[in-house]
T-cell receptor, first 113, second 111 residues
Framework: TQLLEQSPQFLSIQEGENLTVYCNSS?????LQWYRQEPGEGPVLLVT?????EVKKLKRLTFQFGDARKDSSLHITAAQPGDTGLYLC?????????????FGKGTHLIIQP | DTGVSQDPRHKITKRGQNVTFRCDPI?????LYWYRQTLGQGPEFLTYFQNEAQLEKSRLLSDRFSAERPKGSFSTLEIQRTEQGDSAMYLCASSRTNEQFFGPGTRLTVL
C-alpha cells in the first residue's frame, strides 16, 4: 500500500513569512500533484510534477519533486492571507496507469494578517 | 468554463435508506473517479471508469456501494442501507491525462 505523509499537519504564520510543507513516501510515484482545498469544497489542482528533480513555480509557490520521485515540497514566499487553506499532495500510480490518486492527510495552513 | 459538477451538494438521510449521487465530468474527459473524504483525512479512492467501463472497483468500501457510468458520460454512486459511518464528503473527479480535476463534492450526513 502506498502512503504519503505530509508535514507539518498544521501551520499558522504571519503574513509576509516564508514556509515549506513536505510530502514524503517510501513508494515511487509516476507523478505528484498538489491541491488546495477550501472548507466544504473539492480540491483544486495547483500543479503536477512528473520528472524526478523537477521544479515548477506558480507565482509565489515553488513545487519540487524529489530525484527518486518519492517525495515533494511546496514552498510559499511572502505568504498572504489568501493562501490560507488545506494543502494536499497526491501521488499517481507507480505504473503510470489511469488509477486513483493516493492522497496525504494534508497541511492546514493559516496565514494571519 | 464547465468544470466537474455534482448533485446534490448536501444530502441528509436516515440510517437504512438508500442514496444516489450524480457526477457530470468535464465533457472531453473519458476517465471518471469517485473518492470519499472523511474529516481530517485526504480523499480516499473508491473506483474509476474509462468511458463506460469500470476498470477498478475493488476499493469500494463494501458491497453496499456501487457505481455506474452507463453511457460513458455522467456517473452515479449509490449507497444502499446507509450507516452512520457513511457520513462523509463524496468527491468525483475527471481526467483526460494524469491530471484529475475535482467537483465540489456531495456532503452526506446519515442520522
Amino acid at each position: 500500500t502506498q502512503l504519503l505523509e505530509q508535514s507539518p499537519q498544521f501551520l499558522s504564520i504571519q503574513e509576509g513569512e516564508n514556509l515549506t510543507v513536505y510530502c514524503n513516501s517510501s513508494s515511487v510515484f509516476s507523478s505528484l500533484q498538489w491541491y488546495r482545498q477550501e472548507p466544504g469544497e473539492g480540491p483544486v489542482l495547483l500543479v503536477t510534477v512528473v520528472t524526478g528533480g523537477e521544479v515548477k513555480k506558480l507565482k509565489r509557490l515553488t513545487f519540487q519533486f524529489g530525484d527518486a520521485r518519492k517525495d515533494s515540497s511546496l514552498h510559499i514566499t511572502a505568504a498572504q492571507p489568501g493562501d490560507t487553506g488545506l494543502y494536499l499532495c497526491a501521488g499517481g500510480p507507480a505504473g503510470g496507469g489511469a488509477d486513483g490518486l493516493t492522497f496525504g492527510k494534508g497541511t492546514h495552513l493559516i496565514i494571519q494578517p | 468554463d464547465t468544470g466537474v459538477s455534482q448533485d446534490p451538494r448536501h444530502k441528509i438521510t436516515k440510517r437504512g435508506q438508500n442514496v444516489t449521487f450524480r457526477c457530470d465530468p468535464i465533457s472531453e474527459h473519458n476517465r471518471l473517479y469517485w473518492y470519499r473524504q472523511t474529516l481530517g483525512q485526504g480523499p480516499e479512492f473508491l473506483t474509476y471508469f474509462q468511458n463506460e467501463a469500470q476498470l477498478e472497483k475493488s476499493r469500494l468500501l463494501s458491497d453496499r456501494f456501487s457505481a455506474e457510468r452507463p453511457k460513458g458520460s455522467f456517473s452515479t454512486l449509490e449507497i444502499q442501507r446507509t450507516e452512520q459511518g457513511d457520513s462523509a464528503m463524496y468527491l468525483c473527479a475527471s481526467s483526460r491525462t494524469n491530471e484529475q480535476f475535482f467537483g465540489p463534492g456531495t456532503r452526506l450526513t446519515v442520522l
